[in-house]
């Protein structure tokens, strides 16, 4: 009877389970690092928009008191007035509080990255793990099937063996030397002993169990 190897079947199976595992672990991380590089992109790109745009103000802020006929200082000097002081100072703590806000959107934008990748590496993990333990059921019930199988046919093998073994024994009149073994019984036994009626008898209980 022709059999296969089931352990090796299903270390494949295994070992392609795995192999997707570590395929999606490898992408969820990828992702994640393009994500990262992403937003740190982003958060460069809005510090400076954020510092031309204080840079912008100041110095328009600059126009409008010289036309006024008033001096705040040039940007990189103290003003000269207690209005163009508190207007920078306000100016700067405007600009210290857009940094600071950009500042925690970065974290929060790379925290979240973070947590996705993190979530999808563990459903990744939860598939890998009910996937394994699908294969170990299935693996399980494959060797049982195969086991029965087995034992039918060598079941059904020896039972055709003593069936042919009991009818030459009837044909011959005696047991064949080479139907010994298969009967249990010595050859030359005659048909007409009891010992024939007794192996008759179990053939019949053997088919029974059929």
């Given at each position: 009877?022709?059999?296969?190897?089931?352990?090796?079947?299903?270390?494949?199976a295994?070992?392609?389970?795995?192999?997707?595992?570590?395929?999606?672990?490898?992408?969820s991380?990828?992702?994640?690092?393009?994500?990262?590089?992403?937003i740190?992109?982003?958060?460069?790109?809005?510090?400076?928009?954020?510092?031309?745009?204080?840079?912008?103000?100041?110095?328009?802020?600059?126009?409008?008191?010289?036309?006024?006929g008033?001096s705040?200082?040039?940007?990189?000097?103290s003003?000269?007035?207690?209005?163009?002081e508190?207007?920078?100072?306000?100016?700067?703590?405007?600009?210290?509080?857009?940094?600071?806000n950009?500042?925690?959107?970065?974290?929060?934008?790379e925290?979240?990255?973070?947590?996705?990748?993190?979530?999808?590496?563990?459903?990744?993990?939860?598939?890998?793990?009910?996937?394994?333990?699908?294969?170990?059921?299935?693996?399980?019930?494959?060797?049982i099937?195969?086991?029965?199988?087995?034992?039918?046919?060598?079941?059904?093998v020896?039972?055709?063996?003593?069936e042919?073994?009991?009818?030459?024994?009837e044909?011959?009149?005696?047991?064949l030397?080479?139907?010994?073994?298969?009967?249990?019984?010595k050859?030359?036994?005659?048909?007409?002993?009891?010992?024939y009626?007794?192996a008759k008898?179990?053939?019949?209980?053997?088919?029974?169990?059929?």
């Amino acid at each position: 009877m022709a059999t296969f190897n089931i352990d090796e079947l299903y270390r494949a199976a295994e070992n392609s389970r795995l192999n997707a595992l570590q395929t999606a672990q490898q992408e969820s991380l990828n992702r994640m690092q393009w994500n990262l590089k992403d937003i740190a992109a982003s958060y460069r790109t809005s510090v400076t928009q954020a510092q031309n745009a204080a840079r912008i103000s100041a110095l328009g802020q600059e126009e409008k008191l010289a036309a006024a006929g008033l001096s705040g200082g040039s940007i990189y000097t103290s003003p000269t007035t207690g209005y163009t002081e508190t207007s920078r100072v306000a100016a700067d703590n405007a600009l210290r509080s857009n940094l600071n806000n950009l500042s925690v959107q970065k974290l929060k934008a790379e925290q979240e990255a973070r947590n996705n990748s993190a979530s999808e590496m563990a459903q990744a993990t939860q598939t890998y793990n009910n996937g394994m333990a699908e294969i170990k059921l299935q693996q399980a019930q494959s060797k049982i099937d195969q086991y029965n199988a087995d034992r039918q046919y060598t079941y059904t093998v020896q039972k055709t063996a003593y069936e042919q073994a009991m009818a030459r024994w009837e044909t011959y009149g005696v047991v064949l030397p080479a139907d010994a073994a298969i009967l249990g019984v010595k050859a030359g036994t005659r048909t007409a002993s009891s010992t024939y009626n007794n192996a008759k008898l179990a053939l019949e209980r053997w088919k029974a169990t059929l």
